[in-house]
């Protein structure tokens, strides 16, 4: 999953759930404008979960397909006729 994926999944979602983005970007704004800090701080927070969600799912990506690659391939045909 590269970057681009990351963003259009976000977009998707909050085109499929408009209520739930909206009441996020409310609240968002409303931290921006009384606590100027406390805003900063869950926008780093929220960056820093999303790097970490991006990091896993790369690193589980990539594993997966390396298991892939080391079962033979009658193994698999095996496994896919049960």
Known sequence: MDLSGFINSIVSFAQNNPVIAI???LV???FMYRNTKL???ILFFG???ASLYYLI???AGS???KK???IPEEEQQFDNKR
């Open 68 to 70: 892939k690659k080391l």
């Open 39 to 41: 805003f900063f701080n």
């Open 47 to 49: 960056l820093f979960l």
């Open 57 to 59: 799912t790369d690193m």
């Open 63 to 65: 594993s997966v397909e």
């Open 28 to 30: 968002l704004l409303f």
């Open 23 to 25: 009441a996020v970007a």
